[in-house]
């Protein structure tokens, strides 16, 4: 089974993959953005980038795995389109706050300084050492868009509680 690329955050300067989002944190969806699944380590087909600055929860980056819809076949093409390139419209993806876009590699799109605030209530798992190990791990609790706690949890998760 292929690893996935998992979403990411930084609080107060340090990075972390996330490794648990309860309940998820960003949906592209509601935004009107319908990933596409482009490749085998990335099944959701998109991957989100958030920052905590003042405590206050961004979503600061997104990764779009992204195809335009492909041409309608079995219909005859015009005669001065004779490839039938005509019969479709290239999807364009929306602004997040006020951010457009920009192709990067493959079929991705990347959206960089979105700086949008996240309304978010719940927890988030972050590693900061390596995803599959259950050391740096670190709980994220937030209310409302807004971090109010921040938990050591390594030494839970090894069984070595205190």
């Not at 953005?33 to 979503?59: K, M, Q, T």
């Not at 951010?99 to 900061?128: C, E, F, H, N, Q």
Request: with cysteine; net charge negative.
């Amino acid at each position: 089974m292929t690893d996935q690329v998992l979403d990411s955050i930084q609080v107060f300067g340090v990075g972390y993959e996330l490794v648990a989002e309860d309940p998820g944190v960003f949906s592209p969806w509601d935004y009107g953005i319908e990933p596409h699944s482009i490749c085998s380590s990335n099944w959701s087909g998109y991957v989100a980038g958030f920052e905590v600055r003042d405590r206050r929860l961004y979503l600061s980056s997104l990764s779009v795995g992204w195809a335009p819809p492909k041409r309608i076949t079995g219909r005859d093409p015009a005669e001065n389109d004779p490839l039938g390139l005509d019969q479709y419209q290239p999807q364009t993806l929306p602004e997040l706050n006020g951010v457009a876009p920009k192709p990067i590699s493959g079929s991705y799109m990347l959206y960089t300084g979105v700086g949008m605030p996240l309304d978010y209530t719940g927890r988030l798992i972050g590693s900061g050492d390596y995803p599959d190990s259950l050391e740096g791990l670190m709980e994220f609790v937030f209310e409302s868009g807004v971090l109010i706690e921040v938990i050591e949890r390594s030494q839970d998760a090894l069984g070595n509680s205190s």
